[in-house]
């Protein structure tokens, strides 16, 4: 992908620290002093293992977790602390699509219910809904009888399709995408990865993608941050991280990825244990 040209960031997190309380006395301290930004059109991979911290800042991006200290802004608005009313209007520039379609879809409401309701909420008028459902159901490559069925009747890769839809509708300026594909056999990644790229080239909207899969990371993004233990540990264009790696936890997961000839996984497995057991 190409990436778009420099402009100041949509999205810009600046030294952002996130406790979790496990008891009256203890907390854990989840992101240690963060900061990453995201351009206007611009995909951005955030990339660790479980743990590493890259689910709490993008819940902390949507409000779900609460900020300890540093700033998030979304086109120069302070939004670290926003709630109420003010969040609720940043629905309409900042959604999220999951990792389980399914779960984040209600399965007593059929697929037209389901898209229509968030753009319902805001006010917009019932025909007006129903014709962006329509358009934004062309848009993922599902049929438009789609309305009329429920979550259950789809595979997992349609649901997906679904999710992004719903995300869609309210024609968001930034997505945050939580491990969208990580549920889904590789073929289907390839395909809901490939749909992701053809949105973000005809609504020019921005991603940020938190995956665990390094590999899935190079396939969309123009550039990745690398979290370990609530810290980035290494940033840069994907290509030049993908291909040349400075920090041993990004070789470790270069070398995760599994390849198909037997000597070479081999190998890598070998090379991958080095850098484990040297941590």
Avoid at 14 to 27: I, M
Avoid at 140 to 161: C, I, K, M, N, W
Avoid at 261 to 271: C, F, K, N, S
Wanted: charged letters at 25%.
């Amino acid at each position: 992908m190409n990436a778009p040209e420099d402009t100041a960031p949509l999205l810009a997190v600046e030294d952002l620290v996130v406790d979790y309380r496990l008891h009256r006395k203890l907390r854990l301290r989840a992101l240690k002093g963060v900061s990453i930004t995201v351009g206007r059109g611009e995909c951005v991979g955030l990339v660790g293992e479980s743990g590493s911290g890259k689910s709490t800042l993008g819940k902390a991006v949507l409000g779900l977790a609460a900020v300890t200290s540093g700033r998030i802004s979304f086109d120069g608005e302070d939004i670290t602390h926003a709630r109420g009313a003010a969040r609720r209007r940043l629905a309409n520039d900042i959604q999220v699509v999951f990792q389980d379609p399914y779960g984040s879809l209600d399965p007593t409401m059929t697929v037209g219910e389901v898209l229509a309701e968030p753009l319902l909420v805001a006010g917009t008028k019932r025909a007006q809904a129903g014709a962006v459902v329509a358009e934004m159901l062309d848009r993922v490559r599902l049929p438009t009888d789609a309305v009329h069925r429920y979550p259950s009747e789809f595979s997992g890769g349609q649901r997906q399709r679904i999710a992004i839809a719903r995300a869609l509708v309210r024609r968001p300026r930034l997505i945050v995408c939580d491990e969208p594909v990580s549920a889904l056999d590789l073929t289907t990644q390839a395909t809901i990865l490939d749909l992701f790229i053809d949105l973000q080239r005809e609504t020019g909207v921005a991603y940020l993608f938190v995956s665990h899969d390094l590999g899935v990371v190079r396939r969309i993004c123009h550039r990745v941050s690398v979290m370990y233990q609530g810290e980035i540990v290494e940033s840069g264009p994907t290509r030049t991280v993908a291909h040349e790696p400075t920090h041993p936890y990004t070789r470790r997961l270069l070398l995760a990825a599994p390849v198909a000839d037997p000597v070479r996984q081999a190998e890598r497995r070998a090379t991958w244990l080095g850098l484990r057991d040297s941590a």
